[in-house]
């Protein structure tokens, strides 16, 4: 397939992966083009129109600031989320945006950066178009861009399933679907987890990838840590108070839990605290986005502070593990909520984590496929419907949904042998087309659901 681990898990900011990190992307690669061809001395201004999703709820998600912070040179991995405000703030009090953070041209976002409510590009959702003219008008370069979820982009003339120039190279364990990880895993004696890491190594993206694993851990830790300790209201207009802080308070005050029940209080807490520092443009893992960031750090969390203290080996295993399922997923439908409804975002991330888990707790590779079954079979149909286009309502607390379901998932396989009437493939096949058939206004539109239903004041 030639999709690497840390194409599904990437650090980045909040709040949403399609919506910030990809456009942000797009337009980091927008200026680099313009480097390539030599263009970028002669630019004068540059346009940029969003189209569907990205227009409908691009301002709560923070679309508009993404992109001047792409075409300033700023990269999601490395941009400081604090840096950012101020970045913003003089961009548009001067109007003067320097591109690639070095080649200064006028910027009007009310010329420049336009919102298309009503129009949606034919080959996604997620539609960006950029433009950039030297002093007479006359256009040096442009291109249009889609936001596909989990912060990969794609432009007009790339297929949607390239992520990067190094999918030619060949792996050892080639798949396309769950059956075929359960025959590589059968004929070869293989994990789930071990085949993904060999496909890894094989493709040469990264140097030492246990330690790369163990950071990508340690940044969801962090961003647990960060919420708990914080405070106050949520931006956007909502007025939605955050609630980890007290939470933990009231959690810390008790006795560790030994049951089951109070023990998912503190899942819940860790769910919620990452996406409340999503809903802030905190730093965060996509995992496998944004707005399903808080489902796998929690579970994991989980595992590591309630079940075994997570040594590297286990996490090793279970991120992979996890990143295989998101794969299958990202080739086969969709991890985009624009495409096809929340199922596509917390349905991913409950059925990676539930089999994430499933394999960190001993399971066969059959049990595995048969937990990641579960955590989507039961996330059919979940729609999309953000109130007032914020990563905030119903988003943060479906993440604490979706982590307590791929727990229960995951418990509920171990119990069996692996054997089950639903597979993967099915349930994956079942989602995409779920996804076509669910009407667009339940799509990351704001435009039905609870996002009419409920009245922001």
């Not at 207009?237 to 006795?255: D, P």
Request: proline residues 4%.
């Amino acid at each position: 397939m030639g999709l690497s681990i840390f194409d599904l898990f990437k650090v980045g900011i909040g709040p949403s992966s399609s919506h910030t990190v990809g456009p942000m992307v797009a337009a980091n690669r927008f200026v680099s083009e313009l480097k390539q061809k030599h263009c970028l001395p002669d630019t004068a201004r540059v346009c940029i129109d969003l189209f569907g999703s990205l227009a409908l709820t691009g301002a709560g998600h923070g679309t508009d600031t993404a992109i001047i912070l792409g075409l300033s040179g700023q990269c999601p991995q490395t941009l400081n989320p604090d840096d950012a405000p101020r970045l913003i703030e003089q961009t548009r009090q001067e109007q003067t945006l320097f591109l690639a953070n070095s080649h200064p041209i006028a910027f009007s976002e009310t010329t420049d950066l336009l919102f298309h409510t009503t129009v949606f590009l034919p080959k996604h959702p997620n539609g960006m178009a950029f433009k950039a003219v030297d002093k007479h008008g006359i256009i040096l370069h442009q291109n249009n861009y889609y936001s596909l979820g989990g912060g990969f982009i794609a432009s007009e003339d790339e297929d949607e399933n390239v992520t990067h120039k190094s999918t030619s190279k060949t792996i050892p364990y080639p798949f396309n679907s769950a059956k075929d990880l359960l025959d590589i895993g059968r004929v070869h004696g293989l994990s789930i987890a071990e085949i993904v890491l060999a496909n890894e190594h094989a493709l040469g993206l990264h140097q030492n990838i246990p330690a790369k694993l163990q950071k990508i851990w340690q940044v969801m830790d962090q961003c647990i840590e960060r919420g708990c300790r914080q405070q106050g209201i949520l931006p956007g207009g909502l007025k939605v108070k955050r609630r980890a802080n007290a939470i933990y308070q009231s959690l810390s005050n008790q006795e560790k839990p030994t049951t089951d029940l109070p023990i998912m209080d503190w899942v819940s807490l860790y769910a919620l605290a990452v996406n409340e520092e999503n809903a802030v443009g905190g730093r965060i893992v996509t995992a496998p986005t944004n707005g399903a960031a808080g489902v796998i750090p929690a579970v994991l969390a989980y595992f590591v502070n309630f079940v075994q203290s997570g040594n590297e080996k286990t996490i090793e295993t279970f991120l992979a593990t996890a990143a295989a399922i998101g794969m299958l997923y990202k080739k086969n439908a969709s991890i985009s909520a624009a495409e096809v409804g929340c199922q596509g975002e917390i349905g991913v991330a409950c059925s990676m984590a539930a089999g994430a888990l499933c394999a960190a707790l001993g399971g066969t590779n059959q049990q595995i496929e048969n937990a990641a079954e579960i955590g989507m079979e039961h996330n059919l149909g979940l729609t999309c419907d953000p109130v007032g286009g914020l990563v905030q309502v119903p988003c943060i607390e479906r993440n604490t949904m979706g982590a307590i379901k791929a727990i229960a998932a995951a418990r509920l396989s171990l119990q069996g042998n692996g054997d089950h009437r639903v597979s993967l493939d099915d349930v994956i096949k079942t989602m995409r087309q779920t996804g076509l058939d669910m009407q667009h206004k339940y799509k990351e539109t704001a435009l039905g659901g609870l996002a009419v239903n409920v009245v922001m004041c």
